[in-house]
């Protein structure tokens, strides 16, 4: 599977962003589609995930102001994100996990940097 991330690389703070990951092929049977990131520094981190049911898991820091979204007809997984801040700037990586058997897979990681 190959995964293609886009969405806008420069947000001031306080503002929202969608980035968008589109998969190669059909999603059905990916268990688990999200998004990592990882800033300057700092190891690549979960940011949010989403099962083929439908069952989600938010890092802490997004909670509340980030929504991820999947479709498996188009084969997509978005990435809303509200209020951002400067300690959301990071490049940002799709990720697509099957469990049986497993295997995993990583988009080339798009920047996101938020301006104060």
């Known amino acids: 599977v190959q995964l293609q991330a886009s969405g806008r690389g420069l947000v001031q703070a306080g503002g929202s962003l969608r980035l968008s990951c589109a998969a190669s092929r059909n999603i059905f049977a990916i268990n688990i589609m999200g998004w990592y990131r990882q800033a300057p520094g700092k190891q690549r981190g979960m940011v949010a995930i989403?099962?083929?049911?439908?069952?989600?898991n938010y890092a802490d820091s997004v909670k509340g102001r980030s929504t991820i979204s999947r479709d498996n007809d188009k084969n997509t997984v978005d990435l809303q994100m509200s209020s951002l801040k400067s300690e959301d700037t990071a490049v940002y990586y799709c990720?697509?996990?099957?469990?049986?058997?497993?295997?995993?897979?990583w988009g080339q990681g798009t920047q996101v940097t938020v301006s104060s």
């Open positions: 990720v697509a996990r099957k469990l049986h058997p497993y295997s995993e897979y």
């Open positions: 989403m099962s083929l049911g439908g069952t989600t």
